[in-house]
């Protein structure tokens, strides 16, 4: 099995990016203003919900890469070939 390389590069950063904004609606908007109502009552709390928001939305973006890279070598070890 060949890889594009450009390719899963591309996929990476895009998953990455949706994750992340996935991430920062979830949990600075979610979670950090319905306790707060402005960033300034709680600067320490604000900066640390956006560094974990940070690392989530990679993390999510990822494993996601992950996931299909993963079922795309199930699939093509299997022998399907979908496209």
Do not use: D, T
């Given at each position: 099995m060949q890889i594009d390389r450009t390719g899963v590069w591309l996929m990476l950063a895009v998953a990455c990016a949706a994750g992340?904004?996935?991430a920062v609606r979830a949990e600075v908007l979610n979670g950090f203003y319905a306790r707060h109502a402005r960033w300034r009552d709680a600067p320490r709390a604000f900066v640390g919900t956006c560094v974990d928001a940070l690392f989530s939305g990679m993390a999510l973006g990822m494993l996601a890469v992950c996931v299909i890279i993963?079922?795309?070598a199930l699939?093509?070890?299997v022998g399907l070939?979908?496209?």
């Open positions: 992340l904004v996935l993963g079922l795309a699939l093509e070890r070939h979908l496209l």
